[in-house]
């Protein structure tokens, strides 16, 4: 049992995450967590961090969020060897339904270690990514939708009645919105360049039905920087979070926000990453006892998406009060 002052985190990763092949010249490539776990491990903290071991998600929690025919057909895609799924930028290959199956399942072995009380929080590195996976359909380089899994595991699993997503991502989590947007019960809150790609998150989305209310979109224009975000956090996001004080935070951890990533027009430094876990981090310790599972969604500059983790992951592993330095890249 961990001691109250310790703070662990979780790590997941899995080679076979690198079998998932959309196409030659695709920017959600497999080299985008090569190169991360190259630089990752080359730094002294990176022990620190607890393996987890994950297994692919069981048929029946994926049909909590997925329609039944949408994964038949996500597996049939696969079985036949089509090379692509629903849109054709979800490019897919015989490997695609199993590895999504295994990176839709690191979460909730994240989750599970958390409550047997092995770990703090976690970060999963793993592919495909997931916010823009609808409910019966694929989307924007994503399979099945990863933190919508995650929030119902939790909610039946643990009986959590509050949880808080927050989607930082360059791109708006059009599949998370949607899935949540009649239920009070689950928080959406997406910083997002606007107007973009998937071309929703306009502010006036609030909810709806009984879940108005429970959607935050702050949409940001291109060009948008540190302090338009620092901006937005003290205005709006953090007001929301305390007010709805959740019991457990997801992480939808897109890096394509960054200002030398090369699909979105955001200009985020590498620094700011850290600010924004530091702020996420006093949230949880405020309401959730440090709960916070983060996932990676986009980020595709193969030189910044590192170090941008780096910012972010270091934070999470409560880095400030070790003495050791970052690694050369």
Known sequence: MLNKKSMVTGFVYDERYLLHDPGYGHPECKQRLQATMGYLTQLPWFTALVPVATES???????????????????RACLTHQTYLDTMDVGICDDSFDVALLAA????????KIFT???????????PPGHHAETDMAM???????????????????KLDKILILDWDVHHGNGTQHIFEQDPSV?????????FYPGTGAATETGIGRGVGATLNCPMPAGS????????????????MREFKPEFIIISAGFDAHKDDPLGGICLSTEFYGWMTDRVIEIADQYCGGRIIS??????????????????LKRLVDFDNQSVASAPI
């Not at 399942?105 to 989750?111: F, K, N, R, V």
């Not at 994503?142 to 595991?153: D, G, Q």
């Not at 986009?298 to 910044?304: E, F, I, K, T």
């Open 187 to 195: 928080l959406y809150i997406s910083t997002h360049q606007y107007p």
């Open 117 to 127: 009380g092995d770990i703090n929080n976690g970060f999963g590195l793993l592919r």
């Open 225 to 240: 920087t540190d302090a338009d975000y620092e901006k937005v956090f003290w205005e709006k996001i953090l007001p929301k």
């Open 105 to 112: 399942g690191a979460p909730l072995a994240l989750a599970d």
């Open 57 to 75: 998600l069981d048929i029946g929690w994926l049909q909590h969020i997925h329609s039944s025919r949408y994964i038949e057909r996500a597996r």
């Open 295 to 312: 996932l990676l969604e986009g980020g595709y500059n193969l030189s910044m998406l590192p170090l941008c983790i780096e910012s972010h």
């Open 140 to 158: 924007g380089f994503c399979l099945f939708n990863n933190v919508a899994i995650l929030a119902r595991y939790l909610q039946q699993q643990y």
